[in-house]
């Protein structure tokens, strides 16, 4: 082997690591093949064209993620993280989250895509 | 319409490449890369100056590429960056452990891209806040620009610049319909594109087998993959950074400066890596050399300063950076700062294995090595970068959690690029003359 077979030979010890730990990261996901999307789970529920609300009650990067992936799911509508406008989008972990949102600011669930999702409006 | 927009991107692409002195595989697969960027420049172009959202783009890039290569049809032939029959490795061989090592590491990164595609077809984190959020935005809401880059959303930076939305969204109205294969392909394309342009470069001037070891080391870092299949604009600057770096170094600088615009208009950190490689440009090649590279760069530079003036808000980060606040913070931090760097060093995107050995190299051929323009830019690159963690105002620890291995994996394919070009000897067979540049010799 000349110099530039042993400088390729080292990398391919170097890379093997890299491309085991890729295919590690394929063992580590459980079950089998499904599709998750944020579109999914906002399915059926479509915004006029004015500026919503969001609320959850996840905490922390949590409640981030889930009022980016809602308004990645309604773009191109502009929700904004807060309960006081005239219509507001829900994704909460407790459905009877949704409930007391209501009785406290005084709206109804106009549609529910899945028990944790739905979308509400001011009575 | 997704076949014209497609073809218009290759063509213009290669046919940029192609002026600018490339030839071979490299300028098929840079031109891939050079053709998506264009793509989505010019796509938010006419967006933002026009309000068109139509083929048009397309249509004026294939009309810029016929007028291209009949400007420079037949020409530069005894010039041309990588050709076949000037290349004195083009009768070497690789041996065949390294092809079946290189292409079964391909398959197997391509295999898995695509199965986590299809489980996560949103992509990462980044790609749901940002980019994609934003080509979903630019699709829905065209005409309505006011709403896309509305600050009410300031995780979503709205003054990151267009490139990706803007090419995502052009697929999507390409196509007619909103759909995750768009963003996922675009992922794709760069990436396959990218490793095999870095391959190709490494090969043209150091033979094919540090060719496929270039290759073979970028698809072995896990962080490729990763950002590749969470659809991150990281991957997308890097390969575009690197194309910019190989034609700098070939001498080629109005088409490196042009691609090194690209690379400002895709993230606001190309714009910082767009000025370093002019800087490393007048510091090698001259000013005339400068000047070249600065024309070539004016188009996405004028384009990305009119979105900034008109339409983006100021930079968080910039807007939080007070001068007098600096100076008292930046001397305190730089062992926290070079702590992180120290981390990512060892442990590259997790597991990655490959920046002690890029360091292995340098130091064992720090005596033979060639002061070379790519090295000169990554240097100034990673000062630059370190500089940035010193001057943030957030917490620089929580930032480079989150943001310090994407930013050096911006730079990662042209270390690889440079690390070759720089160590490995350009020795040429008996007889034979190795090609020169006015930037890089030999």
Wanted: include cysteine.
């Amino acid at each position: 082997m000349n110099g530039r077979n042993w400088i390729a030979a080292a990398a391919l010890l170097v890379a093997l690591p890299g491309v085991l730990r890729d295919v590690s990261v394929y063992f580590w996901k459980a079950g089998p093949l499904v599709s998750t999307s944020a579109d999914d789970r906002f399915a059926g529920l479509s915004l006029p064209d004015e500026r919503s609300g969001f609320f959850t009650d996840a905490v922390g990067g949590w409640a981030d993620r889930r009022y980016y992936e809602a308004a990645y799911a309604l773009a191109p509508r502009v929700l904004l993280p807060r309960a006081d406008l005239r219509l507001v989008v829900a994704d909460v972990e407790r459905p009877a989250s949704i409930e007391r949102l209501c009785a406290e600011r005084r709206l109804h669930v106009v549609k529910r895509a899945s028990p944790g999702v739905a979308l509400l409006e001011k009575d | 319409m997704i076949a014209l927009a497609a073809l218009a991107a290759l063509a213009g692409g290669i046919t940029v490449l192609r002026a600018a002195g490339a030839r071979g595989p490299f300028a098929l697969a840079a031109g891939a890369v050079v053709g998506l960027g264009l793509s989505g420049m010019l796509w938010s172009a006419g967006l933002l100056l026009l309000g068109a959202t139509g083929a048009g783009s397309d249509l004026m890039m294939l009309l810029g590429a016929a007028a291209i290569w009949w400007r420079f049809r037949g020409g530069r032939d005894e010039e041309e960056l990588g050709e076949e029959k000037n290349n004195f490795f083009s009768a070497a061989r690789a041996p065949p452990w390294l092809v079946a090592a290189c292409a079964l590491a391909a398959l197997v990164v391509t295999a898995l891209f695509l199965e986590h595609s299809l489980r996560y077809p949103d992509g990462g984190w980044d790609a749901v806040a940002i980019w994609n959020l934003r080509a979903r935005a630019l699709f829905g809401a065209p005409h309505r620009l006011a709403d896309v880059f509305t600050n009410e959303l300031p995780r979503q930076h709205p003054d990151y610049p267009l490139l990706l939305p803007g090419l995502i969204a052009h697929g999507w109205f390409a196509l007619g319909t909103r759909t995750a294969l768009v963003p996922i392909a675009v992922s794709l394309l760069f990436a396959a594109a990218g490793a095999a342009a870095l391959g190709f470069a490494v090969r043209d001037r150091r033979g094919p087998a540090l060719g496929l070891a270039a290759a073979l080391l970028l698809l072995g870092t896990p962080q490729f993959l990763l950002l590749a299949w969470n659809q991150y604009a990281d991957l997308k600057l890097a390969m575009l950074l690197l194309v910019a770096v190989v034609l700098a170094s070939g001498g080629r600088f109005f088409g490196a400066g042009l691609v090194a615009g690209l690379c400002a208009y895709t993230k606001n950190e190309g714009l910082l890596e767009c000025a370093l490689l002019l800087l490393a440009v007048l510091l090698v090649s001259g000013c005339r050399a400068a000047v070249e590279m600065l024309l070539g760069a004016a188009l996405p530079l004028a384009l990305l300063a009119y979105f900034k003036v008109r339409w983006a808000p100021p930079n968080d980060l910039v807007s939080r950076t007070v001068v007098g606040d600096l100076v008292r913070r930046v001397p305190g931090r730089v062992f926290v700062v070079g702590h992180g760097f120290g981390a990512q060093f060892i442990d590259f995107g997790t597991w990655g294995l490959a920046p002690p050995f890029v360091a292995l190299c340098w130091i064992a051929r720090w005596r033979r090595r060639k002061r070379t323009l790519s090295s000169l830019f990554l240097a100034l690159a990673i000062g630059a970068v370190f500089a940035i963690y010193l001057a943030t105002p957030n917490d620089p620890v929580e930032q480079m959690k989150t943001s310090l291995d994407r930013l050096l994996f911006q730079l990662w394919p042209s270390i690889i690029y440079s690390t070759a070009i720089a160590l490995a000897p350009a020795a040429a067979p008996a007889g034979a003359a190795p090609p020169r540049s006015a930037a890089d010799p030999a």
